[in-house]
């Protein structure tokens, strides 16, 4: 029987090993959701937008129209070598102020509360023609002149 030699066994060994670790899930923790002892002490009906970013912090999201909310938002997404991301977990943390700047409510959702948001297919059309790629090319030639001299 032959015998291996060593350089061969750790070079096996080191392709096992880094096959292995390829396959190891990639783990991202991404957003700012504050801790729940902060969110404790938000009062509804007491503390102001003020007192909110001093405890929370900036919020991701502030929603531009319609009543104001900040929105903190979290997600864990689990990523296995080259395959689409999956999402594991989701928080979403919204407070809601009045027209005073008083804190309305508090509202928290998570994964489960979430829809799935398909794009549609269409494209949008644009003014103008389509043009060939010859008609690009040609299309400029002729429509240029030298300037007439002595005029």
Same mark, same amino acid.
């Given at each position: 029987?032959?015998? &291996?030699?060593?350089?061969?066994? /750790?070079?096996?060994?080191? &392709? =096992?090993?880094?096959?292995? +670790?390829?396959?190891?899930?990639?783990?991202? !923790? *991404?957003?700012?959701? $504050?801790?729940?002892?902060?969110? +404790?002490? !938000?009062?509804?009906?007491?503390? &102001? *937008?003020?007192?909110?970013?001093?405890?929370?912090?900036?919020?991701?999201? !502030?929603?531009?129209?319609?009543?104001?909310?900040?929105?903190?938002?979290?997600?864990?997404?689990? *990523?296995?070598?080259?395959?689409?991301?999956?999402?594991?977990?989701?928080?979403?943390?919204?407070?809601? /102020?009045?027209? +005073?700047?008083?804190?309305?409510?508090?509202?928290?959702?998570? =994964?489960?509360?979430?829809?799935?948001?398909?794009?549609?297919?269409?494209?949008? $059309?644009?003014?103008?023609?389509?043009?060939?790629?010859?008609?690009?090319?040609?299309?400029?030639?002729?429509? /240029?002149?030298?300037?007439?001299?002595?005029?």
């Amino acid at each position: 029987m032959k015998k &291996t030699s060593v350089p061969y066994r /750790f070079l096996v060994a080191a &392709t =096992l090993i880094t096959g292995a +670790a390829a396959c190891t899930p990639i783990i991202e !923790v *991404r957003g700012n959701l $504050p801790p729940p002892e902060q969110m +404790a002490q !938000v009062k509804i009906g007491a503390s &102001t *937008r003020e007192d909110v970013q001093a405890l929370l912090g900036t919020p991701s999201n !502030v929603t531009p129209f319609g009543e104001e909310s900040w929105h903190y938002i979290s997600a864990v997404t689990e *990523r296995e070598a080259f395959f689409e991301p999956v999402v594991k977990e989701r928080k979403v943390i919204t407070v809601v /102020f009045d027209r +005073a700047g008083t804190v309305r409510a508090i509202d928290n959702r998570g =994964l489960e509360d979430g829809k799935d948001v398909v794009p549609a297919g269409r494209e949008t $059309p644009t003014a103008g023609k389509e043009l060939t790629i010859l008609q690009q090319l040609m299309g400029n030639v002729g429509r /240029f002149s030298k300037p007439m001299q002595g005029k």
